[in-house]
């Protein structure tokens, strides 16, 4: 709506005051000054509204941010356009409207102006957010005022931008095994050719050039000389991550807990998926169950749903009636043994033991109330050609990751298991090296068996400085022994 400006009202005061004077001098001659300001205001404003109207018509604004993702507290810088076609007699006035999230940013500086007689003009300004999310860049608010200063129109509209805002990642992050660095991104698989794919496609020897990653150890051992395996890549795959965020992954210091080590393996996942157009499903597993479910898709809009779920993702409250079954009940494989072991046995002790060989049932029933199974069970039935399924959790219930994982293998073309270990989120990790290294090796037999399994491979996720300090401090030990 069109509102006249205090120009519009001095020079209709002035008309007033010779109306006024009019009347008390009594001379209708004075009157025609009057007249001539009426009808001058009244001609500018029909010619307004047709200049304001085709101005609104023809005038273009366009936001364009740098980059469409940002971490808390960084900047993003914004570049507003606004052009026309041609000149006009309408001086405009564009302010863009920051996210309300954002920190305040002063007008001028979010502000252009298009004088009369100019087509375009830009201006750029800069954003920070302190806090996590998606946030827009509202639509502007436009000002015309005309040449003379005697009307202005205000209003809202044009485009709007988007942009995520994502929580900081853990520093120094490590992902490994044995303490080695990766040295190629998880998740990445190229098409039409041999590469670092996930199906094996024949072993090489070993050229200038490989990366240690290529190596197949297992190879190398056997011919006492390196070899590189070689794999067959897909080029349409389904991508299964099931992401635990259960009540035992919130150890560790603020931000740098195993769920925030996890999630940041799991967005990379993301980022390869959509990278390479594979159909991507997102289990989360919660301590009473599956607390989310996305079925897999190719879609812009699904990545983008998941990295949101993902950024939103926190523990979830332990469950304190489902018994821990890695403690009250065996390992299936050490009662199966034990049942061997006591089948020609005839002792009365083997007699009386005997039934309570049925604790391995025991166990079967307890994993599969697991809500990490569950989420396998559900990948399965969603099954279409090639697929692999990625398991992120920690180190905490052993049995049960290794049941899943085995599960896993039966139904998948292969598994990742991306393990946090505990000794390395723990915050008095560094005040006994001695024990903490010991942990660390307990640790990596467990990941190795995992590692052994068919169709499985596993790592380890955590803070590369605390790995460091451990394996640095028992490297120390020899020489600080002899020294002693």
């Known amino acids: 709506m069109m509102y006249p400006t205090r120009r519009y009202w001095a020079i209709a005061g002035l008309g007033a005051f010779f109306l006024l004077f009019t009347l008390l001098i009594d001379r209708p001659l004075a009157l025609g000054g009057t007249v001539a300001i009426g009808v001058v205001l009244l001609v500018s404003q029909a010619l307004t509204v047709g200049s304001f109207t085709r101005a609104e018509r023809e005038l273009t604004v366009e936001y364009t941010l740098s980059q469409s993702r940002v971490a808390i507290n960084n900047t993003i810088f914004v570049t ?31 502000q252009l ?28 608010i436009i000002q015309f005022t005309d040449h003379q200063g005697l009307f202005t129109e205000t209003f809202v509209r044009g485009p709007t931008a988007t942009f995520t805002v994502e929580p900081r990642g853990p520093n120094d992050m490590h992902v490994g095994q044995a303490g080695e660095q990766m040295l190629a991104a998880y998740g990445e698989h190229q098409t039409n050719r041999s590469g670092s794919g996930l199906t094996p496609a024949g072993l090489r020897q070993y050229v200038p050039g490989d990366t240690l990653n ?17 794999f067959e890549v897909e080029a349409d795959r389904t991508t299964h991550l099931i992401v635990d965020h259960r009540a035992a992954m919130d150890i560790g210091p603020a931000g740098q807990t195993m769920l925030d080590f996890a999630r940041e393996v799991a967005l990379g996942i993301v ?42 993702l926190t523990p979830t409250a332990p469950e304190t009636s489902v018994p821990n079954t890695q403690s009250s009940t065996a390992h299936p494989s050490v009662t199966r043994i034990a049942a061997q072991r006591l089948t020609t046995d005839q002792s009365a002790f083997a007699a009386r033991i005997r039934p309570f060989l049925t604790a391995s049932d025991v166990y079967v029933e307890h994993i599969q109330d697991d809500p990490l199974l569950e989420a396998v069970r559900r990948a399965q039935l969603q099954e279409s050609g090639s697929s692999w399924t990625i398991l992120l959790t920690d180190d905490t219930d052993r049995d049960r990751v290794r049941e899943t994982a085995r599960t896993a293998a039966k139904y ?22 001695d024990t903490a290294y010991r942990q660390y090796v307990d640790f990596e037999k467990f990941r190795r068996s995992l590692h052994s399994l068919s169709c499985v491979a596993a790592f380890e996720v955590g803070p590369g400085d605390h790995l460091e300090t451990i394996l640095t401090h028992q490297r120390m030990r020899p020489q600080q022994e002899s020294e002693q």
């Open 412 to 433: 998948s073309d292969n598994v990742l298991v991306f393990l946090t270990p505990t000794v390395l989120f723990k915050t008095d990790t560094l005040a006994d090296l």
């Open 80 to 110: 507003m356009r606004a052009s026309q076609p041609a000149t006009t007699d309408v001086d405009v006035t564009v302010t863009a409207q920051p996210p309300v999230a954002a920190h305040s940013v002063p007008q001028a500086e979010r």
């Open 271 to 312: 980022q390869s998926a959509q990278k390479n157009n594979d159909a991507l499903s997102l289990y989360c597993v919660g301590d009473l169950g599956l607390t989310t479910t996305v079925l897999p898709r190719t879609t812009a809009a699904r990545f983008r749903q998941i990295r949101g779920i993902l950024h939103e």
């Open 113 to 140: 102006r298009l004088p009369v007689g100019e087509t375009s003009a830009t201006k750029s300004f800069e954003l920070e957010a302190p806090i996590a999310g998606r946030l827009e860049v509202g639509e502007p």
């Open 214 to 230: 290529q190596i197949d150890w297992k190879a190398t051992a056997r011919q006492a000389t390196p070899y590189v395996r070689e």
